[in-house]
């Protein structure tokens, strides 16, 4: 993992009064940890009462959008999944629309790879399953081939940055 996948939770009681006051939290650790560590910081607010707290930043979830109220079993799992999948977990959940059980069946059952481009997905399917003439191969046309696989449904890609690009069939 490159970089830590943490959570700022805050003291709302403490925030509702104009004080900044929370911890962050390796949302990886250990889940009880992580619930023993807000309730250590909620014991340590400036405020009497300090009950409520709030997700307030996070580090490391690779573009996956944290709530502010995310439940805090459901974001470990998230964190989890991340740091399983570095550079396409965070992604991966957001095309399946934060379920959780979606991603997990893409990356076991359904990931082809990372590539280029689809073109050279596309490429390396034609080449790996039949033999192309010689004097055939300067008229294929790969990115077609690979945008139109996209536009069918037969596969999805995920960039996550230059020249990388996760091949996914669709299930």
């Not at 307030?56 to 959008?65: I, K, L, Q, R, V």
């Not at 805090?72 to 999948?85: G, R, T």
Request: glycine content about 8%.
């Amino acid at each position: 993992m490159s970089e830590e996948i943490r959570i700022y939770v805050a003291d709302l009681a403490a925030y509702n009064n104009g004080i900044l006051h929370g911890a962050w939290i390796n949302a990886c650790d250990d889940l009880e940890d992580i619930k023993t560590q807000i309730d250590e910081m909620l014991a340590g607010s400036p405020e009497e009462l300090a009950e409520e707290y709030a997700i307030h930043d996070h580090e490391g979830f690779e573009g996956y959008s944290v709530s502010e109220y995310s439940g805090i079993d459901e974001l470990h799992e998230i964190a989890c999944f991340i740091d399983e999948n570095p550079g396409i977990g965070g992604e991966l959940l957001n095309q399946f629309g934060d379920n959780l059980e979606d991603a997990r069946r893409a990356i076991d059952e359904a990931y082809y790879g990372c590539y280029e481009s689809v073109a050279d997905y596309a490429e390396e399917l034609t080449s790996g399953s039949c033999q192309i003439p010689e004097h055939l191969s300067w008229y294929i046309d790969y990115e077609r081939m690979g945008r139109d696989m996209e536009m069918s449904g037969d596969i999805f890609a995920i960039k996550t940055a230059y020249n990388e690009v996760h091949i996914f069939g669709n299930f």
